[in-house]
């Protein structure tokens, strides 16, 4: 082990790799690992990295350079960060990298602060997003597709991503000039229990093949040998996770299983942890998360915090665990040292102070956190009720056509990702008073509507798939289904959403199904629909709307530059919100923790623009009156507050 004084002498010589590498005269800077002296070599010169998780696609992309100067004043000198495929290839063969998906715009914003860069590449992710970040529509070509294993129906497609997203890395790898260090394949394959080593192989040699034979790659796993079995990959370099309070020099132990030589590295160092819908928020003491950061420092380990900036899971983004369903909330606060608003946490200065120990201290003026605005009460109207948006030849201009079926089809058969779908038909009988109403599984949350009136809701988390009905021929029947998210981590992954089985009443399979698609997916030209059903209602929703669209606006006073703020959902049940054409995400105020939603300054529209808010709400607004219809503009976040029993 180091002496302090030693310690701040070879990391001074870190600190200085950056820009000398910018000199070097063969015009590259080399990275490789001395496996006999337990340590990563940048330029030669003995380098450890200390690293933080900020994911790209959770930060809006102009707030991106004042979150890595806070990540670079706290002594870090690396982001790591997942690639988002799903959000890279939401639709099968059509690539997006522009805007906040530029990701080489992101990988030039860290190296002007002098931030290196830990690239986990995938596929799969996990990082609590929905399908764990594999695109939906491999299930919609292949429902029986075996997802991270070498199941031709599934490497084909990760195949053709890797040969449109890899030759954008490959011009920012440190051996090329750039500053991606090294490059993770995979992801925690270890607890996935495929176990598929043909699959590891092929990506390993799919990523070299790409990216050239002096790439340093490596695994990430759980700190225990029954992870690293499955996780490890030859010609890998195998890494750990786990988090603060843990024994540190036991918890490296079952690396030095597997890697005997080379350096201890923590790729994933918990700062906090994540939150689920109904569940309290997560904290993890900031003090402990310091003292263990300390022990693996001392052990001249090199480390990543995950994450030190969390962010916001916007749209859809998010998603959950299973055995039960547990869906996870908008914000991805994960009480990480900065903020999902930005703000620097008393943890994060502890965090800060340890680093200090170890490396050379920030010279950089300190940041200040964002200005926060609260403003205020925002009247909300109703636009059209949910049942009218399906009859309504006005909502086709954001929603697709009806698709008709004589069996509910799944969101996967009709190629939609999130949002929700309405299945409806009519009654060919009547039926005893009162019959069983069951669904043959549901994916995620359902509302039964007998016609037009809201009679029992379905739950995956709860496994409630039936109600008493009473029917009668001619009726009509409807079930708007959410999906809360697919499930993120674990075998579920494959998870189907929507109806997934026959629906039955009493001793009937009902069928002759139409079923109309509200992806959400297009906000502009729900923005556009919105507007033109306004223009022509008259008003006509007065009073006592429960569910449907509902539109206000407001505009940000004159001579003040637009802030940061929170959408106050207080009151209202469930559903998603918008403003200025973005998705802002789900809320669920009645479940909690979350309350509030995330507004950054750059969402906003300076004076004397309007900002448009609209509301999908799927369960009760609190629209009893004109006077009853309103959210709040806070300059609080809202997110540890108390839930059901």
Known sequence: ?????????????????????????????????????????LDSKPFRYVSGSMHYFRVPRELWKDRFYKMRYAGLNAVQTYIYWKGHESQDGIYDFDGNLDIEAYFAE?????????????????????MGGLPFWILSNNPEAKLRTADPSFMKFVDRWFSVLLPKVKKHLVNNGGNILMVQVENEYGSYPACDYEYTSTLRDLVLRHLGADTVLFTTDGNADGYLKCGKIPGAYATVDFGAGSD?????????????????????????????????????????????????????????????????????????????????????????????????????????DVIEKYFIASKLPAPTNTTKKAYGKVQISPVIKLMDIIR?????????QEVLSKKPLTFEQLRQDGGYVVYCTKLKTNFKDPSVLKVGGVGDRGYIYHNQ????????????????????????????????????????????????????LGNSILEDWIMYPLPFNNTMKLFEAVKLIKKNSKDRYGRNVNT????????????????DTFLDMTGWNKGIAFINERNLGRYWPVQGPQITLFIPSVFLNPFPGLNRIVLFEQEQAPCRSRSDCFIRLVDEHLIDTSVPE
């Open 1 to 41: 082990m180091f002496h302090s004084v030693s310690i701040k002498c070879f990391i001074l010589s870190c600190v200085c790799a950056l820009s000398s590498s910018n000199t070097d005269q063969r015009g590259k800077a080399r990275f490789v690992i001395d496996y006999e002296r337990n340590y990563f070599l």
């Open 110 to 130: 860290a190296s002007k602060v002098g931030l290196y860069v830990i690239l986990r590449l995938g596929p799969y992710i996990d990082a609590e997003v929905d």
């Open 453 to 504: 009136v809201l009679t029992g809701r379905l739950d995956n988390s709860q496994k409630l798939y039936q109600i008493g009905l009473h029917g009668k021929k001619g009726d009509d029947l409807c079930i708007l289904v959410e999906n809360q998210g697919r499930v993120s981590y674990g075998m579920s992954i494959n998870q189907k959403k929507g109806i997934l089985g026959n629906v039955t």
């Open 548 to 563: 449907g669209l509902f539109i206000g606006s407001f505009t940000v006073p004159q001579g003040e530059d637009p802030a």
């Open 392 to 400: 309504s030849s006005k909502s086709l201009v954001f929603r697709p």
């Open 248 to 352: 540190v020099k036991s918890a490296f132990r079952a690396l030095r299983h597997f890697e005997p030589k080379g350096p201890l590295v923590n790729s994933e160092y918990y700062t906090g942890w994540l939150d689920f819908w109904g569940e309290r928020h997560s904290k993890a003491d900031g003090k402990l998360v310091a003292d263990s950061l300390y022990q693996i420092l001392a052990l001249n380990a090199s480390v990543n915090l995950y994450v030190f900036h969390g962010g916001t899971s916007f749209g859809f983004m998010s998603g959950g665990l299973d055995n039960p369903y547990r869906p996870c909330p908008t914000s991805y606060d994960y009480d990480a040292p900065i903020s999902e608003a930005g703000d620097l946490s008393t943890k994060y200065y502890l965090i800060k």
